[in-house]
């Protein structure tokens, strides 16, 4: 099975991998919030993060920008919210892009390829 955002194949030109982040309350001290210091205060629960981490592969430079575009261009404001679905057919529902970051450089042989890694979250 494909992974997928929005129904989009954008990670599927090379290896790639879903890691789920955190999950939990966000707690902080009574002193960040002006308070004495004494104990933590519960805020509420964090927002669910995915994060992808892969590799763009192409045949050409061109080819290896228009897969970059094609993620980069979920990064909008305000956020859309989509499906974000793994390669073993895991679904998170109403995810929004979060933020893109590729590699320092292109690798470059018979293929390019890119190194990147991405993050989708479930806004409130």
């Known amino acids: ?6 129904g ?3 990670f599927g030109s090379g290896p790639h991998v879903f890691r789920s982040m955190r999950e939990g309350e966000l707690v902080v001290t009574g002193l960040a919030l002006g308070g004495s210091g ?9 927002d669910v993060e995915v994060r992808v981490r892969g590799r763009l592969v ?4 061109p080819v290896l920008w ?3 575009d094609a993620i980069v261009a979920h990064l ?3 956020p859309v919210p989509g499906v974000l679905v793994d390669h073993f057919g895991r ?10 970051e590729p590699a320092e450089r292109t690798s470059r042989g018979r293929e390019r390829s890119l190194a ?9």
Request: aromatic letters at 12%; a positive charge; charged letters at 20%.
């Open 8 to 10: 989009l194949d954008l």
């Open 91 to 100: 679904r998170w529902e109403g995810m929004s892009m979060a933020w893109f």
């Open 38 to 46: 004494a104990g933590g205060v519960a805020l509420g629960l964090i």
């Open 116 to 124: 990147y890694e991405c993050a989708f979250r479930r806004l409130p």
């Open 58 to 61: 192409a045949p050409s430079e």
């Open 1 to 6: 099975m494909p992974s997928s955002f929005k």
């Open 76 to 78: 909008v404001h305000p």
């Open 66 to 68: 228009r897969l970059r």
